[in-house]
């Protein structure tokens, strides 16, 4: 009695631990095919323990003993038989989807067929034999119908010897029918184990595939114990062995899936008590409701509206779906949060990303996206560093040390030939040895999600286990490769714009400089009674350092600057405004000439660095005597073409300024004459290129300025860069060109 | 601009060859240069017998290099000037800053006195 008792517990229990399991394993995927097929398997095999604690709970609370097998229905139980063909359906699922390889679709469906038909033996076994009987008697009569018949009641009366022997000896025809599908899905176990090359996936199959041999024997074994022990054993030991064969097949199937891959075990166990918890008081209210119906309308409606009763109980069936799912929902979003619309996480996703160039920012919001809507417990990105030229593994949270990949990593290289999520294992055993697989390993990377531009990889990232330890589904896989496209997308994006924001700067530097030069520049050269001035300044395309200035000194003289800063761009426009001041500055303390380019420099040179310098010119024009003082700090000599076409050069002063302190300058002074031409440039007119490198040369400009000399200075310069310009059409010039020309009428006495 | 360099009795001797006109290849004798300022070599001579061209950058350089020195109490020399380099040093009057040499040989020399 006890152990009869304990017996039914046991055969309860694990029905129910295969029934939970079966049920969790289809909701963890639906769709999927190996989840279909293993849920099914799970749930068939729990009927059959789940029956046989029925049967014996039934025998223990009746005091008649009765024999169920004489009650046809009964047999209905053996629908648990569908277990076999379940289980031969599994190993061509498992570990690979081989059915989409079979030539024959319906072998599928044809599996399918013996544990039915022993069912339809059982239990209308009386029926046909009635049936076929009739046949048989309606044959031997005379008549005309006898014609037809006695053929046909010959092929019944066959039948019917056919169908006695099927039920006589069915257990023995149907097991072993059964024990040929177990033989059938260990082959198929076996020779898919072979071509597996992933290791995990290998433990796993093998694991299963011992589980099912164990169950193979001890099947075999029961049947063949069945026919050589006494009945009295035969019958329980046969009922114990196939049930025991079961069990030890799917559990070693659900232990598998719980402890290598598929599901978590507490969160299974967890939901499975969760679920049965929440349904149990569901269908207890209900049927607490539907039973004490009656008790609470009455008070409603009074004792005749027995109506109301029906219509009461309809509306709480009508409600027990909706409140089903309600609680399905809420379970769910308890334990599996990860069923969060992956639409809304794309959506969310793709908007967030969008305004986001930065790509710090950027991997900042991946890693926020990946660890709440997919539950990643912690993320790290692999990307190319320009800076580098390598790969390279980005610090985070955990490990805060910056890992450079080698370029010919093995790991790196079987990384690059993937085109979506993959685990982590699927990729081949590298070891210890191979640098990322030792800091994947290091870190407890499970996943790597590669993001790639076609046949680049910008990078990739590498997930680890769920927070809850809750594996990777499928719609998971499918979020995955849609968010790495939105990624790649995303960092193409904010590469595109950090260039083009780079090119910017330089523009606007460009043209920053340029406003600086031109606002420095005179709007105009000044005009005088006596002498003409003509001014041409012409920037390159990079901005050079060329400057120029006409200041108006006291006794209506007239102070020219004209300098060349080294370098370009801002830091040479720089340069310049600051010269400009000091010159503009120091004039006014009526210091002689070469004072103020000693001070000048002193000034430069403790503020700029020492391959910073000026080339610089400065005069001072008395208008009324023709006499001009100046002093060259290393600028191309200004030349003075004489009206009698004889050419002086400018040539005393010093060197650059802004690059040597502690310099001394001297100054000189030459008296201009009526139609005497200055002439003051920049070394961008005299280093104009022919296409043989050939410069225009100081020899040319010497020479136009002499031919040209009986022209107004405008129309002699405008002759003169027409010259250049057929010589050098570059355009803009390569180097900033400027050119003063000054020529005196007359003298104001 | 390709650079040579090497060292003859604890002076250094830089052979610049091309244009020295900015860029990255111009900066490489800037580094050079103050690399052996930092190494603690005073004394270097720059052979310029190769350089066909070199703008104010080029001349920047050399004017940094020469400051550089001098303020370490150390010299830079300069060797085999041709033409179009002296016309620009004696434009710019850098010829007045410079020492110039007509061989490597006489500005090694120059060192010892």
Known sequence: ????????????????????????????????????????????????????????VINLSTPVY?????????????????????????????PEDKLRYFRYRWIKYAIFIPPFIHILVLIYYDSIVLFLKFFEAAGTSEGLSSLILKPLATIFSWLLILFSIVRTYHAEIFYFAYIFYVGLAVYNLKTSLEHLTSASLRTQASVVLRGLMLSLSILALTLIGFEFLTADYADSLFTVGIILSTLVGSVTVAYTIIRYQFLNVRLVLRQSFVYTISYSILVGTFVVLIIKSREIVEPLFGQQTEIFGYIFIVVLLLLFLPLGNWIDNLIQSIFIRNRTDYRNVLERFSRQIISVLDPKQLREIIRETMQTALLVDTVYFVMFDDSVEEYVLLPNERFSKKVILARDDHMLSAVNTLTGPEYLHTLGNYGYDVQLSRELDERNVRLILPMKEGEHLLGFLGLTDKAAGYRYTSEDFNLLRVLSNQMVTALI??????????????????????????????????????????????????????????????????????????????????????????????????????????????????????????????????????????SNAGHNYPVIVRADKQIEHLKTGGTVIGAIPDLEFQSASVRLGPNDLLFLFTDGLSEAQDENEVEYGEERIKNMLCEQLHHDPENLIGNLIKDVRAFDPTSPPRDDTTIIALKMNHLNR | MKLSDRIENGI???????????????TLLHDKLHEYLENEHRQIVIDLSKVEWMN?????????????????????????????IQSLLTITKLITVFDTYDSVEDAIASFSN
Do not use: C
């Open chain 1, 493 to 630: 994006n904010a590469r595109l714009y950090v260039e083009s924001i780079e090119r910017l700067k330089l523009q606007e530097e460009v043209s920053m400089a340029r406003q600086i030069q031109l606002e420095l520049l005179p709007s105009a050269p000044p005009i005088f009674d006596n002498f003409k001035i003509s001014v041409h300044s012409e920037p390159s395309r990079t901005i050079g350092g060329d400057f120029y200035d006409f200041i108006h000194l006291k006794d209506s003289r007239l102070g020219i600057v004209i300098a060349d800063a080294s370098g370009k761009g801002m830091p040479a426009a720089l340069m310049i405004a600051q010269i400009q001041a000091m010159i503009r500055s120091e004039v006014n303390n009526n210091i002689p000439i070469a004072q103020m380019l000693k001070n000048i420099n002193e000034q430069m040179t403790a503020s700029t660095s020492p391959e910073k310098f000026v080339t610089l010119f400065y005069g001072e024009l008395n208008p009324k005597t023709g006499e001009f003082i100046y």
């Open chain 1, 66 to 94: 009765l024999n169920f097998e004489d009650i046809p229905v009964y047999n209905l139980n053996r629908i648990w038989e569908v277990f076999f063909p379940l289980l031969l359906l599994f190993a061509w699922t498992y």
């Open chain 2, 56 to 84: 104010s950058t080029g001349l920047g350089i050399l004017i940094s290099g020469y400051t550089s020195l001098k303020n370490h109490n150390g010299a830079l020399k300069l060797a085999n000037v041709t033409d179009k």
């Open chain 1, 1 to 56: 009695m006890s152990f009869n008792l304990f017996n039914t517990i046991l055969l309860f229990v694990s029905s129910g631990f295969l029934i939970f399991l079966s049920l969790t394993v289809i909701r963890d995927n639906l769709r999927s095919r190996l989840n279909q097929v293993t849920g099914a398997m799970l749930f068939f095999a729990g009927l059959g323990p789940l029956f046989l604690a029925l049967g014996q």
């Open chain 2, 12 to 26: 250094v001797i830089m052979e610049p060859k091309g244009k020295i006109m900015g860029g990255p290849d111009a």
